[in-house]
């Protein structure tokens, strides 16, 4: 009986403590991964999205071992931020006061629908449908590592 308590005891004053104190990242891109090992081509233990809260185990240079669910593993440092915004608050005129993930995502960059349709009515020459066109092309990891193996290219 009181080696229980012990180990109970034990058990309350350090893991409690780790779990109180345990930092969190906010997924700050559309989509991501969270990686076996901290390259940008590892194998994919999990994906991500916009928004998406991750315990932050450890850095490791430029990337933070975190977990998400039940997978542990790497994602980089621009994916991610330890700040959260609520976009609840946020009146949205003429609209529904919803708003896409990627409109947040490209909001906290800096590009709003009004910063985007200024530029647009200074420059009519630019051609947005291509970028859209591009933005739709999906590259399987496989394929890109096959692309960098293929062509020599060192991985980062």
């Known amino acids: 009986m009181k080696k229980h308590f012990i180990i109970t ?3 309350i004053t350090v893991f409690v403590p780790l779990l109180l104190f345990a930092e969190s990242v906010t997924v700050i891109t559309k989509e991501n991964a969270v990686r ?14 916009y928004n998406d809260k991750l315990d932050m185990l450890s850095q490791q240079g430029d990337w933070f071992k975190v977990r998400f669910m039940k997978a542990e ?5 621009t994916a991610v931020e330890s700040k959260t915004a609520s976009l609840t608050s946020i009146p949205l005129s003429g609209s529904s006061g919803r708003v896409s993930e990627n ?43 096959l692309f960098i193996n293929n062509g020599g290219l060192k991985q980062p």
Do not use: W
Not at 36 to 49: D, M, R, S
Not at 121 to 141: G, T, W
């Open 73 to 77: 593993g790497c994602i980089h440092k």
């Open 103 to 145: 409109e947040a995502a490209l909001a906290g960059k800096g590009f709003t629908p009004q910063v985007e349709a200024s530029y647009r009515a200074k420059h009519p020459e630019m051609k947005y449908y291509l970028v859209d066109k591009v933005e739709a092309i999906n590259v399987s990891d496989k394929d890109l590592a």
């Open 36 to 49: 076996e090992y901290c390259k940008f081509f590892a194998p994919v233990k999990a994906k991500v999205k």
């Open 9 to 11: 005891v034990f058990i």
